[in-house]
T-cell receptor, first 113, second 117 residues
Framework: KQEVTQIPAALSVPEGENLVLNCSFT??????LQWFRQDPGKGLTSLLLIQSSQREQTSGRLNASLDKSSGRSTLYIAASQPGDSATYLC????????????FGKGTKLSVKP | GAGVSQSPSNKVTEKGKDVELRCDPI?????LYWYRQSLGQGLEFLIYFQGNSAPDKSGLPSDRFSAERTGGSVSTLTIQRTQQEDSAVYLC???????????????FGPGTRLTVL
């Protein structure tokens, strides 16, 4: 059974810092891995999706990497801003015809001005 | 175009009552998922609809939970005889394609916050 773990559970950094959020998964037979952002009272926003054949994806100040062999993914945020404050969720897709996501519990990020 | 919408945004009910939660997916999306996010927990998969196929109900926590998707579009999640442990945010997501070579980005609605007193 796939389990997804995110470390740390919470992180507070001053504005401008670069930071890394970690995600690990127990079953390397994933189809893809996604990073989402969740703001209070709102749904999830997809940030980056890495397919199993890829090693990383970049979007603006965000870079996500995937190492299937070690069961790890990282989300790198460069030059953090107060607007980046949110909960970041990592989710692994199990593949097949179902495609449901297995989520970690998230990392709550606070970027202080 | 419009994203995934859910209603109501908040629902407060008494223990033992039935509730219905609604999800309007993005037009044309063939797959729809329901998830539950309990306080301090990650998102938990509940049920999955794909086209006209039989739904995957493997994530439903008990037989008090059921869901249907009418006409391949709108979906309702029904919880009968609600219990306090049912209190959570219920999220719906839709996806445009589900093939072995396709990208499976799921688009989430804002969720319904259910509180059972």
């Amino acid at each position: 059974k796939q389990e997804v773990t995110q470390i740390p559970a919470a992180l507070s950094v001053p504005e401008g810092e670069n930071l890394v959020l970690n995600c690990s998964f127990t079953d390397s037979a994933i189809y893809n891995l996604q990073w989402f952002r969740q703001d209070p009272g709102k749904g999830l926003t997809s940030l980056l999706l890495i397919q199993s054949s890829q090693r990383e994806q970049t979007s603006g100040r965000l870079n996500a990497s995937l190492d299937k062999s070690s069961g790890r993914s990282t989300l790198y945020i460069a030059a953090s801003q107060p607007g980046d404050s949110a909960t970041y969720l990592c989710a692994a897709s199990g593949g097949g015809s179902q495609g449901n996501l297995i989520f970690g519990k998230g990392t709550k990020l606070s970027v202080k001005p | 175009g419009a994203g995934v919408s859910q209603s109501p945004s908040n629902k407060v009910t008494e223990k033992g009552k039935d509730v219905e939660l609604r999800c309007d997916p993005i037009s044309g999306h063939t797959a729809l998922y329901w998830y539950r996010q309990s306080l301090g927990q990650g998102l938990e998969f509940l049920i999955y609809f794909q086209g006209n196929s039989a739904p995957d109900k493997s994530g439903l926590p008990s037989d008090r939970f059921s869901a249907e998707r009418t006409g391949g579009s709108v979906s309702t999640l029904t919880i009968q005889r609600t219990q306090q442990e049912d209190s959570a945010v219920y999220l719906c997501a839709s996806i445009s394609q589900l093939t072995s070579g396709g990208v499976r980005t799921q688009y989430f609605g804002p969720g319904t916050r259910l509180t059972v007193l």
